[in-house]
């Protein structure tokens, strides 16, 4: 079955310095989301990309999606404290009903 | 206020027993899910719902089940033959499935299941 695995699994950095976290699938995805989960609460949807080659870009996040669509980076400049959480990447394969969730990468800010 | 409500938010179990964790929705949203999360392994699917009296296993079915008797609601009963429940659950809705671009899924507050 369809595989999302995303390193690293942990990341901690100094606070203003820079964070990706990378997302690859054993399967070509028609679309791929992002999600943030804050320390003891629930995922919330960040983004969506569907384009090969995609990149958007929220504030300090950037989003891409690669040209065989089956990796995707989120990279956060400048990080602040408010960045902590846990990112989930989460893809869906043509066809299929079903979002495969990243492992998720777990970041916390040193002050 | 729209959104998704589970209960109860935590829950502690005797090993042997059933139980059931509520989700109720009034977004209007056809698709609904149950998601368990365990530390260093992400979401995991458990069962989900495209349609009201319909409803698919998802990767990790075994020792749950569910209903979809109404289209706002949809409970998980986690059965004594789940050999380790203990763990964050989630639910979830969207618009729909099976849309080639996606939708947006909505996750409520979770539910903490303990087995003691």
């Known amino acids: 079955g369809q595989q999302v695995m995303q390193i690293p699994q942990y990341q901690h950095v100094q606070e203003g310095e820079d964070f990706t976290t990378y997302c690859n699938s054993s399967?070509?995805?028609?679309?791929i989301q992002w999600y943030k989960q804050r320390p003891g609460g629930h995922p919330v949807f960040l983004i969506q990309l569907v384009k090969s080659g995609e990149v958007k870009k929220q504030k300090r996040l950037t989003f891409q999606f690669g040209e065989a669509k089956k990796n995707s980076s989120l990279h956060i400049t400048a990080t602040q404290t408010t960045d902590v959480g846990t990112y989930f990447c989460a893809g869906r394969n043509s066809g299929n009903e079903k979002l495969t969730f990243g492992t998720g990468t777990r970041l916390t800010i040193i002050p | 206020d729209g959104g998704i409500t589970q209960s109860p938010k935590y829950l502690f179990r005797k090993e042997g027993q059933n139980v059931t964790l509520s989700c109720e929705q009034n977004l209007n949203h056809d698709a609904m899910y149950w998601y368990r999360q365990d530390p260093g392994q992400g979401l995991r699917l458990i069962y989900y719902?495209?349609?009201?009296?319909?409803?698919q296993k998802g990767d990790i079915a075994e020792g749950y089940s569910v209903s979809r008797e109404k289209k706002e609601s949809f409970p998980l009963t986690v059965t004594s033959a789940q050999k380790n429940p203990t763990a964050f659950y989630l639910c979830a809705s969207s618009i729909g499935s099976g849309d080639l671009y996606g939708n947006t899924i909505y996750f409520g507050e979770g539910s903490w299941l303990t087995v003691v």
């Open positions: 719902s495209q349609i009201v009296n319909d409803f």
């Open positions: 399967t070509t995805l028609s679309n």
